[in-house]
């Protein structure tokens, strides 16, 4: 599991929190049963760069000013956005210790290409995200699953997954991640005119002549 550094500052009560999110500021709580609560803010621009390329799952190492948040590790609990322009307005971030087990939701990642869509079926993921608990050594942020050998109708199920014995998957085993489904009669219908064409191609024009056969 990566450990990404942020900044984050005390919230003090007089800000407001509209003036805040249009300077660039997403308003914020860290909780923890060690630090207990703190009102916090985080520059907009550096949380999105900070995970663009890391999962949200991602441990966070704490830069502060404030004694007792500094250096702490905590992981992101909830992210809150705007209903209509999608930005973020609030983010809840929970202090975790290494000697306690933590749940997160980590990213799934299909690796491969089924063998049913080389044959035309669709590769359909049912499954983003899978909640997963474990210690903090042992938790993983992304979650890889080999769908090369799927054929057209397989699935892959929550309990067909093997992350080892210190990681607890808290999803229903019998929910289905990921399955590879036969083209609708749309996708048939389009790939016909191209196949058609190429075919049309490939024959002589009518007319056009035919190259002689010598004896």
């Known amino acids: 599991m990566e450990i990404i550094n942020l900044n984050i500052e005390a919230r003090k009560k007089e800000n407001n929190l509209k003036s805040l999110r249009k300077e660039g500021i997403i308003p914020g709580v860290l909780y923890g049963k060690k630090i207990g609560s703190h009102t916090i803010l ?6 999105l760069k900070a995970f663009a390329k890391h999962p949200v799952s991602s441990f966070i190492k704490l830069v502060s000013k404030e004694d007792g948040v500094n250096g ?4 992101i609990k909830e992210i809150q956005k705007d209903p209509v322009t999608d930005s973020i307005i609030h983010i809840d971030l929970h202090e975790i210790s290494m000697d306690e087990k933590i749940e997160i939701e980590a990213s799934v990642h299909f690796v491969g290409k089924p063998e049913g869509v080389k044959l035309g079926g ?30 057209i109708g397989d699935i892959i199920h929550v309990r067909d997954l093997k992350l080892g014995e210190n990681i607890e998957i808290m ?18 219908s389009a790939a016909a005119p191209a196949a058609e064409s190429e075919t049309a191609a ?14």
């Open 42 to 47: 985080l520059n907009y621009k550096e949380f």
């Open 72 to 75: 702490k590790t905590a992981v």
């Open 122 to 151: 669709i590769l359909e993921p049912l499954m983003r995200h899978i909640a997963i608990k474990g210690y903090p050594k042992d938790i993983i942020d992304t979650i890889n699953i080999d769908v090369s050998g799927l054929k």
């Open 171 to 188: 999803a229903d085993e019998d929910a289905a991640i990921v399955t590879v489904a036969e083209p609708t009669v749309e996708e048939i």
């Open 202 to 215: 490939e024959a002589p024009a009518a007319g056009a002549s035919q190259p002689s056969q010598k004896g």
